[in-house]
């Protein structure tokens, strides 16, 4: 009972394999980095050209994972622990982990500027707060009594900073835009310890999102492309690799304040893990990760052009070397009216 104990707590690391934010007791780096961007997060609207002024996008999202696949798409369930101890063999695994994050967007549109053909400039500013529990049962394939370790954190995550977006509207048919966002390291972080909030690394993304508006900009279709580069993990030779992700959807309004999305993404990393510390190279783990997600959301203007509020749920499918998520999330937009007309046109 003791060696499984403490094999749980490994596992929970090997969840360095399963939990980036439960590391327990290992002091090598997480093999599981996802990327900072989560597609399906923001509504599908969020990237197009806003009229100018001062926005406050409250964005709350609640998920859950119970299963891990593996490089082959197939669900972890059982684990040999022979690499790890050769007097230990296979245990029967189940993994539970639930999260919430609150991400603060205050942004900032400016006027049309001429000069860049009329583009509007972005600017925006996103702390975090993240919450997550996780909890990891092993069962000896021999039947006998098995362990169960769990745990948590919470705190302040990592922030994000949008220093330039550019964005452009022809004739309210098109609209074309450019975000460069990058992504500081400010949760907490340490390899090895169970209670970050953080990843480690910094982070830099691009983005080029398009819509193309039908019947007076009441329907939208959006192609969302992002694509993330990664810096290296703090205090280890591991940099994450770059990955891509394209999301896609079609946004209806139904009547002037409620909206109907639909939503399907492709996530995945295009370049290997590089460093020394890349311990989990010709292992199981090693791999390049990838997720499909599809989404359905409404939204409603309560108080017209001022406050919205939407609500969607997100599901992965597909998944390689990562966990499926179900995720839950509400998001409240509120158009200040500070800093610039809000109106269309301004």
Do not use: C
């Not at 290992?26 to 961007?37: E, I």
């Not at 063999?89 to 539970?96: E, I, Y």
């Not at 922030?159 to 992504?183: C, E, R």
């Amino acid at each position: 009972m003791i060696r499984f104990a403490t094999w749980a707590s490994v596992i929970a690391l090997s969840a360095a394999a399963f939990v980036p934010i439960a590391r327990a007791q290992l002091t090598r780096p997480s093999s599981l980095h996802v990327g900072f961007y989560q597609p399906g997060v923001a509504n599908l609207r969020d990237y197009a050209t806003p009229p100018a002024g001062f926005y406050i996008i409250d964005y709350n999202i609640w998920t859950k994972s119970d299963g891990y696949y593996d490089r082959n798409g197939d669900r972890v369930d059982e684990v040999d622990l022979s690499q790890i101890d050769p007097s230990l063999g296979s245990v029967n695994l189940d993994l539970d982990e639930k999260a919430y994050v609150n991400a603060l967007v205050i942004a900032w549109v400016s006027r049309r500027l001429e000069p860049f053909g009329d583009a509007r400039y972005v600017a925006a500013l996103v702390p975090t707060f993240v919450s997550a529990n996780y909890r990891v049962s092993v069962y000896p394939a021999d039947g006998t009594n098995g362990a169960r370790a769990e745990g948590g954190a919470g705190g302040f995550g990592d922030m994000a900073f949008i220093p330039l977006g550019l964005a452009w509207s022809f004739d309210q048919k098109f609209d074309l835009s450019f975000f460069y966002t990058v992504y500081a390291p400010t949760g907490r972080y340490e390899t090895g310890a169970d209670d970050n909030t953080g990843v480690g690394y910094w982070g830099h993304q691009f983005q080029v999102p398009f819509y193309v508006y039908f019947l007076d900009q009441a329907t939208a279709l959006a192609v969302i492309p992002t694509f993330e580069v990664n810096n290296r993990i703090s205090g280890t030779n591991v940099r994450p690799g770059s990955r891509f992700t394209l999301e896609y959807g079609i946004s209806q309004y139904f009547t002037e304040w409620l909206e109907l999305m639909i939503v399907n993404a492709h996530s995945l990393q295009v370049e290997d893990d590089k460093g020394s510390d890349v311990w989990w190279r010709g292992t199981r783990l090693d791999g390049k990760d990838r997720k499909n997600t599809v989404v359905v959301g409404v939204g409603a203007w309560p108080w017209k052009e001022r406050l919205y509020l939407s609500f969607k749920y997100a599901r992965d499918y597909a998944v390689r070397q990562r966990f499926v998520n179900n995720t839950f999330s509400l998001t409240l937009t509120f158009v200040t009216g500070l800093l610039g007309d809000p109106a269309p046109g301004g």
